[in-house]
C-alpha cells in the first residue's frame, strides 16, 4: 500500500493561502473567491468521506456474533425458527433448479449452433 499525502491538508494550505493573499489585497477578485468557496466545498466533501470510512470500518471490525446467536435462540423460543429454516430452504432449491434449467437450456443452445 503506498503513502499518499492527506489531500485535506493540502486544500486547506491552498485555502490559507488564498485568503491570505486576499486579505493583502484590498480588491475581491470574482476569481479568487471562486475558488475559495470551491476549495471549502472540497474539505467538506473529504471530511465526510472521513467520516463515512470511519463507520464503515466500525462496521467491518464489529463482532455480529453475539447477535446472530441471540436472535436465533429468541426465534426458536418463539417457534418460527423451524419456519424460517423451512422457507429458505424450498428458496434455494427453487434456485437451485432454476438455474439447472437455466444451464442446460445454455447447453442446448450452444450444441444447436
Known amino acids: 500500500m503506498a503513502v499518499v499525502s492527506d489531500k485535506r491538508m493540502t486544500y486547506i494550505k491552498r485555502l490559507e493561502e488564498l485568503q491570505r493573499s486576499l486579505e493583502d489585497s484590498d480588491m475581491e477578485t470574482s476569481d479568487m473567491s471562486t475558488e475559495i468557496n470551491e476549495l ?7 471530511d465526510e468521506k472521513i467520516h463515512k470510512f470511519k463507520v464503515e ?4 471490525k464489529h463482532n455480529y456474533l453475539p447477535f446472530i ?3 436465533l435462540k429468541i426465534l426458536a423460543k418463539e417457534g418460527q425458527l423451524v419456519q424460517l429454516y423451512e422457507k429458505a430452504k424450498l428458496k434455494s432449491e427453487d434456485k437451485a433448479k432454476k438455474d439447472t ?4 437450456k445454455q447447453l442446448k443452445e450452444r450444441t444447436a449452433k
Do not use: G, M, S, V
Not at 40 to 46: A, D, G, P, S, Y
Not at 101 to 104: L, P, V
Open 57 to 60: 470500518n466500525i462496521r467491518r
Open 69 to 71: 446467536i441471540e436472535l
Open 40 to 46: 471549502q466545498l472540497i474539505i467538506k466533501e473529504e
Open 101 to 104: 434449467k437455466r444451464k442446460e
